[in-house]
């Protein structure tokens, strides 16, 4: 019965560095306890390597599987999801670590840590983690070499560089088939399997609501939204609305997006000046899709709503790219039926009394919603409004705190004031949550509009024109729509560092220059879906039934590539040995013309045996001829390879029998 290895203390060492390495992007996410634990048990294990002691009883374990399970049960109210899931992975590659014995239980081990690589993933894709995660695999991929050896090599240092050569090797030679299979893998609508539904709980965007404090929470983040690539010159500033929810129910704090039906047409009643351009909008698990005002056109699978926002047939849970075109001049919902006009007329009861009234005097001064419109504007910007990131608290009442004391506010508090003041003289309003405006990157010719610039404005129905948009935020700082919102506000208001402007030049050029690169991968690699394959087989002039077509190109070149990849290799390996075999057949042809034949099934050590024992002027010469021809052949040292064929070769040009 063969015996297997017990995993040495070298081996242990490796193969606790990888796991550690792999589960540290982790911490960060992990309740501190369980950090702590792991990491405990992971030093536990090393102490037990280092001073030979006997592993944990079963019985310890299973009770620290029951504790810990249980308190990751109680942190995350379940066993299942992904921040659960990864937690009690984590967990459990602790544990199992804590009872391996032999090295077949460290290559388990050394799996499940590929496993863990995978669920770095569920959290981020950048291109700072996937080189992070290669650098992972790489380290655990050497590990698993170590644990190979039936014999540890001599050095330390030369296993190492032996262990991280090899490992490297690997990688490198499995880079034509991961090529191969990333092109031709035929690409399904949907992913094959659906991420838990805490994947998403976290993002960062819009909601269906907004109150006082919505969208200025949304200013501090630097996350992206959404980049957009137009196909001629970008739209000034002033015309950048990214269109998002309609908000047309209102509590009296409250503002909400009603659900609307779907139309598969968009019915303008004039447009002009189109704009085409691309967009690629970030994960945000809504199903609404942002688009300039107004859209002229529907990307595949999306609808849109009489308010014209478009909506995904699926909630977005992964980049997505579109194709659009929009009109900067347009008219629409100049015949809204007479439901809808009603609905953008309610006001809650009992909230705003002054607010009310000051709407009556409004209509009973100027009669139409034009002139009402314009004198409210006119009321926002010689009222001495001031627009701030920290407006002081509203009470019950609070567009009449807004208006009538306080004047201190942010976007959501200039709209939601407006529209309210609109219904209150009996002109239909709604408000609009969005985008606003965005950073244009040189580098790749494209916009990066951030959460940072989330902004909320009006429309108001005006007869024989529809719906028109009204931004009340710019009657009292211009400055927001025309040069962002840093400009908008004092030097002391604290913002995110890159919706700041100014700053140190080197720093904001080579954070453009890393942007430009993440969207490239985001659109090379990220965004490799069906389309991008259908596309790139029709280019390269295939056509018809792609499945069939993708699985005939993905086995014929899988076979090219392992081909090829077999060839390079024994070729290597043929030009390693035949400088060796070489040196050793002149050696046995010299000790041949001595009289002493080398056997057609003697081996090499056996052969300078005999040599000892039949010539011994011979053996030491031969002995060491011997010893590096084996070093050289069947070593593990391959870091001296040269330095051994040269001593070699010496040693057999001096020999002479």
Same mark, same amino acid.
């Given at each position: ?51 030979? #002691?006997? /592993? ?149 965007? #819009? ?134 006009? @009603? ?107 951030? @959460? ?56 904001? @050029? ?39 077509? /993708? ?76 010893? /590096? ?20 070769? @010496? ?7």
């Amino acid at each position: 019965m063969t015996t297997i290895p017990a995993i040495s203390l070298r081996n242990t060492v490796w193969l606790t560095t990888a796991l550690v390495l792999v589960a540290a992007p982790h911490v960060e996410r992990l309740p501190l306890w369980l950090s702590v634990l792991a990491g405990a048990m992971c030093v536990w294990r090393l102490y037990l390597a280092r001073t030979r #002691l006997a /592993l944990p009883a079963r019985w310890l374990l299973v009770a620290i599987v029951m504790a810990s399970a249980a308190a990751i049960y109680l942190n995350y109210r379940t066993l299942f999801g992904r921040d659960a899931g990864v937690a009690l992975l984590v967990l459990m590659i602790s544990l199992k670590l804590l009872e391996t014995r032999t090295q077949r239980d460290g290559m388990v081990l050394a799996f499940i840590g590929y496993f863990l690589v995978i669920t770095n993933f569920f959290y981020t894709q950048s291109i700072p983690t996937a080189l992070y995660l290669l650098a992972c695999v790489w380290f655990i991929t050497a590990a698993m070499i170590g644990l190979q050896y039936t014999r540890e090599p001599a050095g330390y240092r030369a296993q190492l560089r032996h262990q991280l050569r090899t490992s490297a090797i690997m990688l490198a030679q499995s880079v034509p088939l991961m090529v191969v299979f990333f092109v031709l893998f035929p690409r399904v609508q949907g992913p094959l399997w659906g991420m838990p539904s805490d994947a998403f709980a976290g993002v960062t965007g #819009l909601s269906d609501s907004m109150s006082p404090g919505t969208i200025n929470q949304l200013v501090f983040s630097d996350d992206v939204a959404l980049r957009a690539e137009f196909t001629g010159a970008v739209p000034p500033p002033t015309k950048l609305y990214w269109r998002g929810p309609v908000m047309l129910d209102f509590d009296g704090l409250t503002w909400t997006a009603p659900p609307r039906p779907f139309l598969n047409r968009v019915d303008l009643e004039r447009r002009a000046n189109p704009v085409r351009y691309s967009v690629t909008v970030e994960p945000h698990n809504r199903r609404w899709l942002f688009a300039l005002d107004m859209p002229g056109t529907l990307p595949p699978r999306a609808s849109i709503t009489p308010d014209y926002l478009l909506l995904s047939h699926m909630p977005v849970t992964s980049r997505m790219r579109y194709d659009l075109s929009s009109y900067l001049d347009y008219e629409f919902g100049a015949n809204s039926n007479e439901f809808m006009l @009603q609905r953008a007329l309610q006001l809650p009861r009992g909230f705003n009394p002054r607010t009310l009234e000051l709407g009556r005097q409004l209509r009973s001064r100027h009669g139409d919603n034009e002139a009402i419109m314009n004198a409210s504007l006119t009321l926002f910007r010689e009222q001495k409004f001031i627009y701030t990131l920290e407006p002081p608290l509203l009470g019950r009442h609070s567009v009449d705190e807004f208006i009538f004391n306080t004047r201190q506010g942010f976007c959501e508090h200039f709209s939601s004031a407006f529209v309210v003041l609109m219904r209150a003289a009996g002109v239909p309003a709604r408000v609009v949550t969005g985008y606003l405006g965005g950073e244009y990157n040189p580098l790749g010719n494209y916009l990066i509009v951030r @959460q940072s610039d989330a902004h909320a404005w009006a429309e108001v129905w005006i007869e024989n024109r529809g719906w028109v948009r009204i931004d009340p935020t710019n009657s009292v700082s211009p400055a927001r729509a025309e040069g962002g919102l840093a400009a908008a506000l004092p030097d002391s208001a604290l913002l995110p560092r890159r919706a700041r402007s100014g700053g140190n030049a080197l720093m904001h @050029q080579l954070a453009l220059t890393l942007d430009s690169l993440a969207n490239t991968w985001n659109q090379t690699v990220l965004g490799y879906n069906l389309e991008s394959q259908r596309a790139l087989l029709y280019r390269a002039g295939f056509d018809g039934d792609t499945m069939r077509t /993708l699985a005939m190109l993905l086995i014929i070149a899988t076979i090219v590539a392992t081909l090829i990849l077999a060839l390079v290799t024994l070729t290597q390996r043929r030009r390693t040995r035949e400088p060796v075999l070489a040196e050793y057949r002149k050696f046995c042809e010299k000790m041949a013309q001595a009289g002493i034949t080398r056997g057609d099934a003697e081996g090499p050590r056996d052969f300078a045996t005999r040599i000892a024992k039949t010539r011994p002027e011979f053996a030491s010469a031969a002995g060491e001829i011997t010893r /590096l021809y084996v070093s050289l052949r069947y070593g593990h040292d391959q870091e001296n390879k040269n330095q051994y064929l040269i001593k070699l070769q @010496q040693y057999v040009k001096a020999f002479s029998a």
